[in-house]
C-alpha cells in the first residue's frame, strides 16, 4: 500500500510532496522518500528507512530546494526495507527518477536483459527495472515522452508509475497500467499536483482527474496532457471534489461499496507486500510465528467466522486441506461458542475476522485459548482484540472497509488463507521448491487479473435491468466454488432485499430444483475446473425446469453460450485461485441490482458493520 505524490508550480516542491506524504503515512511505513530537480539540473535524493518522520528529520538536516519533485511512502513488495530499495530509484547516469505502486510481473527477465547490457542495479526492487528502462530509451537518443511511453509497453502487471528527467526539467509524466494503484491528478493555478489519493492534495486543489487503466498524463506547472499509451489524446472529466472528508475517500464513486469493489486489486497488492518474494517463490508470513515443529504437531485447523468471514473460511479449507494436507474444520463462531468442541495443544483454531472485534468470534477464541489450542487470526483492523490475544495472525491490509457488506476484506482474505495454505505446505513438506514457485507465479498475476474485470461494467449494468425486479435467486457452484455461491447470494441478500439462496450444485436434485422456473434466475459458477462438465450438467437441469441461467464462465469458452441465458466471463487462473476471480462478478451484479431498486448500499436495513454483541 505505498503511497504516492508529485508536485509542479512555484511552490518548494519537498514541502508540498511531504505534507503529501504525512497525509498518506497509512499507506507506507516501512521507508518514504522524495526527489526534487534543483536549481543546478541535478536531481537530489532524499529517503530512509521506518517511519516519514525518519524522512521529516533528514529533510531539516540536508534540505531539498526545487519547484518540481515526486515523493513515496513504501510498504515492500520486492526488497526488504532499506534504504538502497525506498524510492524514489534513480537511473544509472542520473537522468530519470521515478516512484512507483504496483507489481511488475515481468521485472525479472527485464532485469536479467538489462544487466546483460552493462547496467547496473543499486536495489532489489522491480521498480528499478522501470527507470533503468527509461533512461536506456533515452540514452538511445529518444525523447522523455516516448522513452516513458516504450517502457510501459514492456511492462505487464497492474503498476502506477511517476517519472521525472533532467532532459525535460518542466514535465512530470505519470501512468496507470491496470485498476490497482491509482493516479489522481490535481489541477491548480498555475501549479499541478499527482497522487495515489485524494487527501494528498485535497488542501490545495479540489479539481481533480483520475486516469484510468492504460492513460497517460504529461503534467507542466500550465497545463496536463491525456492520452492513452499509443498517444493517442483523450478528453479528461474534471471531477469536482467537495471539502469534507467523507466526500474526499469516496471521490469519484456513488457508493462506498462501489470505491471497495474498485480498490480490490490494490487490497491484494497490499496483503501481498512484505510477504511474497516473487524473485525466490517464497511466502513468509512474520506475524503468524510459524515453526516446523509447530505445524508438523497440529492434527486439525478449526476455522470460526461469521457471516462473509464464514465463507472465507469454507474455501479457505479447500486451500489449506489442498496445499499442506491438513484436516480443516470450519464453524460459524455463533454456533462454536455454545458446543463443548473437542480441542487441544494439537488444534490451532483460525479466526477470520475483519474487524477483530465480532463477539461471537472472540467467545470462540477464548475457548480455544482456554482449552489449549494454538489461537491464529486474520483480521484487518490493526490493534483489535483478535489480533492482541491470538499467538500468530495475518493483517489483512485491507484498508478502511465502510460498506457494511464486505467486499475487499472477503478477497484479501482468501488471499491470505492461500499464502497460510503454501505457508504450511512449506514447513510441512508437502510442497516442493518447484512447486511454490509455480503457486507464487500463480498469485503474482491475481491483482491484474482482478483489475480486468472492473474495466467495464456494462455488462452488470445491463443485466441489473433485467432481474432487478426478481423475487429470489438460486446461486450454485461446487468445489471451492460452493463458498462464492454462498457469498454471491449473501450479498444480494444484504443490500438489494432480494431472497437468494446459495447451494452446492450436486444438492439442487435434493430440493432447490423444485423452486426452480422462468421468475428464478439461476446464477451459476461455471469457470474451468475438475467439476465444469457437472456443472454444465446443472444448467441442462434448470434449463429443463424452464430456469433462466446466468453462467460465470472462463474467458474465450464459447460453448458455454450455448447453455446459459446470459454469460459473465472471468480471466482463468489456477482453481485454488479462481474464487478469487468469481467473487467480483458477484459483487457487481449485487451493486448494481441494488442501485436499480433504489436501495441504500452502503447501509442496508438493520445491518451493521460489525456485530460486537451477541
Known amino acids: ?82 534504504q538502497r530499495n525506498a524510492h524514489p530509484h534513480i537511473g544509472m547516469n542520473g537522468r530519470v527518477v521515478v516512484v512507483h505502486n504496483g507489481i511488475v510481473e515481468n521485472f525479472l527477465p527485464l532485469r536479467e536483459e538489462l544487466m546483460a547490457e552493462g547496467i547496473n542495479f543499486e536495489s532489489e526492487t522491480d521498480t528499478e527495472v522501470i527507470v533503468q528502462l527509461v533512461e536506456r530509451y533515452l540514452e538511445s537518443g529518444l525523447p522523455f515522452e516516448t522513452a516513458v511511453r516504450q517502457t510501459l509497453m514492456q511492462l505487464e502487471g497492474a503498476n502506477a508509475v511517476v517519472v521525472m528527467s533532467v532532459d525535460q526539467p518542466d514535465q512530470i509524466i505519470c501512468a496507470r497500467l491496470g485498476n490497482a494503484g491509482g493516479i489522481t491528478l490535481g489541477i491548480g493555478r498555475d501549479e499541478m499536483f499527482v497522487a495515489s489519493d485524494i487527501p494528498a492534495i485535497l488542501e490545495y486543489t479540489r479539481s481533480m482527474v483520475f486516469l484510468e487503466n492504460r492513460q497517460l498524463a504529461v503534467v507542466t506547472r500550465h497545463s496536463y496532457q491525456l492520452t492513452d499509451l499509443a498517444g493517442n489524446p483523450i478528453e479528461p472529466e474534471i471531477h469536482q471534489i467537495n471539502w469534507d472528508p467523507v466526500s474526499a475517500v469516496k471521490g469519484e464513486f456513488k457508493h462506498f461499496m462501489e470505491k471497495e469493489i474498485h480498490d480490490q486489486p490494490q487490497a491484494l497488492i497490499d496483503t501481498m507486500r512484505g510477504r511474497v518474494n516473487f524473485e525466490q517463490g517464497s511466502i513468509s508470513l512474520p506475524e503468524m510465528n510459524l515453526t516446523a515443529e509447530l505445524v508438523n504437531s497440529l492434527n486439525k485447523i478449526i476455522i470460526v467466522a461469521c457471516g462473509t468471514s464464514y465463507y472465507s473460511g469454507l474455501v479457505g479449507k479447500f486451500m489449506i486441506e489442498s496445499l499442506a494436507r491438513i484436516p480443516v474444520e470450519v464453524e460459524y463462531g455463533s454456533e462454536f461458542r455454545y458446543y463443548d468442541p473437542i480441542l487441544d ?152 432485499y432480494i431472497h437468494a439462496e446459495g447451494y452446492p450444485a450436486g444438492e439442487m436434485k435434493h430440493g432447490p430444483i423444485a423452486l426452480i422456473d422462468e421468475t428464478m434466475p439461476v446464477v451459476a459458477l461455471a469457470t474451468n475446473d475438475r467439476l465444469y462438465e457437472k456443472m454444465v450438467s446443472n444448467i441442462q437441469q434448470a434449463k429443463t425446469r424452464g430456469g433462466v441461467v446466468l453462467a460465470i464462465a472462463t474467458q474465450g469458452n464459447e460453448a458455454i453460450r450455448r447453455e446459459a441465458d446470459y454469460v459473465i466471463e472471468v480471466p482463468e487462473t489456477s482453481e485454488l485461485l479462481q474464487p478469487i476471480l468469481n467473487t467480483i462478478p458477484m459483487q457487481l451484479l449485487s451493486y448494481h441490482i441494488a442501485v436499480w431498486r433504489g436501495c441504500d448500499v452502503d447501509q442496508p436495513r438493520n445491518l451493521a458493520k460489525s456485530v460486537t454483541v451477541e
Open 1 to 82: 500500500m505505498c503511497g504516492i505524490v508529485g508536485y509542479i508550480g512555484a511552490r518548494d516542491a519537498a514541502d508540498v510532496v511531504y505534507g503529501g506524504l504525512k497525509r498518506l503515512e497509512y499507506r507506507g511505513y516501512d521507508s518514504a522518500g522524495i526527489a526534487v530537480l534543483e536549481q543546478n539540473g541535478r536531481i537530489a535524493i532524499r529517503r530512509d528507512v521506518g517511519k516519514l518522520n525518519n524522512l521529516g528529520g533528514l529533510l531539516a538536516q540536508s534540505p531539498l530546494g526545487g519547484q518540481i519533485g515526486i515523493g513515496h511512502t513504501r510498504w515492500a513488495t520486492h526488497g526488504e526495507p532499506s
Open 345 to 496: 495443544e494439537r488444534t490451532a483454531v483460525l479466526a477470520i475476522t475483519q474487524s477483530g472485534e465480532t463477539a461471537d468470534t472472540l467467545v470462540a477464541c477464548e475457548q480455544a485459548k482456554a482449552k489449549g489450542a494454538t489461537l491464529w487470526s486474520i483480521v484487518n483492523v490493526i490493534g483489535s482484540q483478535a489480533m492482541r490475544i491470538s499467538d500468530g495472525y495475518i493483517p489483512m491490509h485491507a484498508g478502511p472497509e465502510i460498506g457494511v457488506a464486505s467486499t475487499k476484506a472477503f478477497i484479501t482474505s482468501l488471499a491470505d488463507l492461500y499464502m497460510l495454505g503454501c505457508a504450511l505446505g512449506e514447513l510441512r513438506g508437502t510442497i516442493s521448491p518447484e512447486k511454490m514457485c509455480r503457486l507464487v507465479d500463480d498469485l503474482a498475476h491475481i491483482p491484474n487479473l482482478a483489475g480486468q474485470l472492473l474495466e467495464d461494467e456494462t455488462v452488470y449494468e445491463n443485466l441489473a435491468n433485467v432481474f432487478h425486479n426478481a423475487q429470489d435467486f438460486l446461486f450454485l457452484g461446487r468445489g471451492i466454488n460452493y463458498p462464492i455461491a454462498l457469498e454471491g447470494a449473501l450479498k444480494l441478500k444484504e443490500i438489494s
